[in-house]
């Protein structure tokens, strides 16, 4: 059965277009494989009408082609897409500017229902991308940036005309035009302009992948004999009653990273609240954004984490008991623009590299979370389970149905070994 021939829709624009295959015998005399042609309309009734039109027009040239008659009127017609060149003048709403297109996104974000803080974090990171187009490119109408714009603007980032500005990382110009093609994206679903210029140039496949390859030997995380190096450390240990910033959190946020896998910035935005204990008897660390200074980095991140037995024997109900849920569990982490870990992890650093364990492709506090992960894997932990206490989305459908259990939870994660205990800070049993 023939299927019925409707207009394709472009992925990135949205824009309707006719797509037909050019039969074989005609190639020759048409001089094109495909005819492709835009029904410049975003909305699907809009382009059923146009499709039937083109449709109809594309059949006329196969027939005129097969009768031997003249085509050239029709490959004007029928093959050239009819967008607008840009060196046409341009209309009244695409003579919008960049910044001013900046403005609105950055008004849509305060729009959502993230946290202030995430939402002014947010617009700051992505006004600063779309300001580095702008200095450097010009704040040019945004219909009149082009995919050649976008490259120029991608080589002076990697490689500056000016010697007194520093290039970018290839990770980092990749990072800066993601956020500036979000920017454009939001014009074209506003219809300011007609395709995502960013998305157009194909950049990203210029820079490569995003990823790096896997390894075999991935050393993203802390091997064991590291881990125990770390924490069995007289250095580390005496942080335990470390005053002032960041005190004693640089004892307790790299251990409690490392029992439960936990990001950096959710363990240190903890209220006492967050701390809590079960029905059953067992404790757990609730990971919300319930509040204007808290946050989470996606949906599955909001979950409930067993405290395994180690930490509660190192003492780490002591930091929550007799004092108010509306405490803050670190209290001397101050919010800042890296938020409140940022001064864990520049401390953590040189820690890690006294020990000697320190790796430039490693992040010193991120590993943990690899940490985790590798260790439940060796002993047991079931993946499903693993992925809950973490917070990672496993992208089946089925797992956004129930709850997950917190007794199942609090007695898997009995089986990881004691860190703890390897490492000096618990005696054995």
């Given at each position: 059965m023939a299927l019925i021939a409707q207009p394709f829709r472009h992925p990135d624009s949205g824009i309707y277009y006719l797509r037909r295959r050019v039969p074989d015998d005609l190639r020759h005399i048409?001089?094109?494989?495909?005819?492709?042609?835009?029904?410049?309309?975003?909305?699907?009734?809009?382009?059923?009408?146009?499709?039937?039109?083109?449709?109809?027009?594309s059949e006329q040239l196969f027939h005129d082609a097969r009768l031997g008659r003249c085509v050239e009127q029709y490959k004007s017609q029928v093959l050239t897409p009819t967008v607008p060149p840009a060196s046409q003048p341009i209309g009244k709403e695409s003579r919008i500017r960049l910044s001013a297109i900046l403005a609105d996104y950055v008004k849509a974000i305060s729009m959502s229902d993230r946290s202030a803080y995430v939402s002014r974090r947010h617009g700051v990171d992505y006004s600063r991308a779309v300001n580095r187009f702008i200095t450097d490119m010009g704040d040019k109408p945004i219909a009149a940036i082009q995919p050649s714009d976008i490259h120029a603007f991608a080589a002076k980032l990697l490689q500056p005309p000016s010697d007194r500005v520093k290039p970018l990382a290839t990770s980092s110009t990749r990072l800066l035009l993601a956020r500036l093609s979000s920017v454009m994206a939001f014009a074209v679903d506003h219809g300011q302009i007609e395709t995502n210029p960013v998305t157009a140039s194909r950049i990203h496949k210029r820079l490569g992948s995003g990823k790096p390859k896997r390894r075999l030997d991935d050393n993203r995380g802390y091997r064991w004999d590291e881990l125990v190096t770390l924490f069995s450390n007289a250095e580390f240990q005496k942080l335990r009653t470390a005053e002032g910033r960041?005190?004693?959190?640089?004892?307790?946020?790299?251990?409690?990273?490392?029992?439960?896998?936990?990001?950096?910035?959710?363990?240190?935005?903890?209220y006492v609240?967050?701390?809590?204990?079960?029905?059953?008897?067992?404790?757990?660390?609730?990971?919300?954004?319930?509040?204007?200074?808290?946050?989470?980095?996606?949906?599955?991140?909001?979950?409930?984490i067993p405290i395994h037995e180690d930490l509660i024997a190192l003492g780490f109900l002591t930091l929550v008991q007799d004092r108010q849920?509306?405490?803050?569990?670190?209290?001397?982490?101050?919010k800042v623009s890296d938020g409140f870990a940022g001064i864990v992890t520049k401390a953590w650093r040189p820690i890690t590299e006294r020990c000697g364990v320190y790796n430039p492709g490693r992040n010193p506090l991120?590993?943990?979370?690899?940490?985790?992960?590798?260790?439940?894997?060796?002993?047991?932990?079931p993946k499903e389970v693993s992925d809950w206490i973490t917070g990672h989305a496993t992208g089946h459908i089925g797992d956004s149905y129930g709850i997950n259990p917190l007794s199942r939870m609090a007695l898997e994660i009995r089986k990881l070994p004691s860190i703890a205990k390897a490492a000096g800070l618990l005696a054995d049993a």
């Open positions: 048409i001089g094109k494989t495909e005819i492709r042609r835009s029904l410049n309309t975003r909305n699907h009734q809009q382009a059923k009408s146009a499709f039937a039109v083109a449709y109809a027009e960041p005190g004693h959190a640089l004892f307790w946020i790299p251990l409690m990273a490392a029992y439960t896998g936990g990001r950096r910035e959710e363990l240190a935005q903890l609240r967050d701390i809590h204990q079960h029905e059953s008897g067992s404790w757990f660390i609730r990971i919300i954004d319930d509040r204007p200074d808290k946050s989470v980095k996606t949906d599955s991140s909001r979950r409930e849920p509306e405490d803050r569990v670190f209290p001397q982490l101050i991120h590993a943990f979370r690899h940490s985790f992960k590798t260790l439940a894997r060796e002993h047991g932990i």
